[in-house]
C-alpha cells in the first residue's frame, strides 16, 4: 500500500479502539454547546425583563418628582431597588445603582449614597462616564459628612481620570473648596488656580477669579 492507504488505516483503526471516548468528547463538547446558547437566550430574556422593570421604576420616580427636584418618595425608589435585587447581573441593575446614588444623597442618606456609587463603580465599564459623577456623587458625600480626606480622595478620581477640561475642572474645585473648609488657604487658592485654567465657561471662570482674588 501507499503512504496514503497505510495513513489512513492507522487513522480508522485509531478511531475504532478510541470509539467510546471519541463519542464521550462529542458528548460533551455539543453539551457545551447546548449550555452556552441555553445561557446566552437565557441572558437576554433576562435582560429584557430587567430593562422592562427598570423603565416601569423610573416612570414611577419620574411620576413622584414631576419637577424633577431629585427627591423621590421612598414606595418609587423602592421600585429602583427591586431591580437591583432581582437582576443584579444586568445593565439595568447598573443603571439603577447610579439612580439610587443619586436618590439616596439627595435625601441625605449619605452612607448608603456612597455604597450604592461605590457598587456602580466596581461593575462600571471603563468608558462609562457616568464613572465621573459617581466619584464626584461619593466625594460630595464624603464632603456633607465632613470627612474631608475622603472627599479629597474621591475629587481626586476624577481629576486623574483626565477626563477632559470640563470635568477636571469640577474635580479641582472641588478639591480647593475642600481644603478651604478644612482653613488650608494655600492649598485652596492653588486648587482654585487649576480650576480656572480648566474653565473656559466665562460665568464660571468670573467665579473663580474672585474666589482667587479674596483668598489671593
Excluded: C
Excluded at 52 to 71: E, I, N
Excluded at 119 to 143: C, P, Q, S
Excluded at 185 to 195: N, Q
Aim: aromatic fraction near 12%; charge should be neutral; avoid cysteine.
Amino acid at each position: 500500500p501507499d503512504a496514503f492507504q497505510e495513513a489512513f488505516g492507522k487513522v480508522v483503526d485509531a478511531i475504532r479502539e478510541n470509539r467510546q471516548k471519541l463519542y464521550l468528547a462529542a458528548g460533551v463538547v455539543t453539551l457545551a454547546i447546548v449550555l452556552i446558547a441555553g445561557y446566552v437566550l437565557y441572558s437576554a430574556h433576562t435582560e429584557t425583563e430587567a430593562s422592562k422593570a427598570y423603565f416601569d421604576a423610573k416612570l414611577k420616580v419620574m411620576m413622584a418628582d414631576p419637577m424633577g427636584t431629585g427627591f423621590a418618595a421612598p414606595e418609587a425608589v423602592k421600585t429602583l431597588e427591586q431591580v437591583v435585587e432581582k437582576y443584579p447581573s444586568t445593565q439595568a441593575a447598573q443603571n439603577a445603582r447610579y439612580e439610587l446614588g443619586n436618590l439616596y444623597y439627595n435625601a441625605g442618606d449619605y452612607d448608603r449614597s456612597m455604597q450604592t456609587y461605590r457598587n456602580f463603580l466596581d461593575k462600571a465599564d471603563g468608558k462609562d462616564l457616568r464613572k465621573i459623577y459617581a466619584w464626584l456623587g461619593v466625594g460630595y458625600a464624603h464632603e456633607a459628612k465632613k470627612e474631608y480626606d475622603k472627599a479629597l480622595e474621591a475629587f481626586t478620581k476624577v481629576v486623574d481620570a483626565k477626563p477632559g477640561n470640563v470635568h477636571e475642572g469640577i474635580g479641582y474645585r472641588n478639591i480647593a473648596r475642600v481644603y478651604e473648609e478644612m482653613n488650608d488657604r494655600d492649598k485652596a487658592l492653588d486648587y482654585y488656580r487649576k480650576a480656572l485654567e480648566k474653565t473656559k465657561e466665562p460665568a464660571a471662570a468670573a467665579i473663580l477669579k474672585r474666589k482667587i482674588a479674596q483668598l489671593g
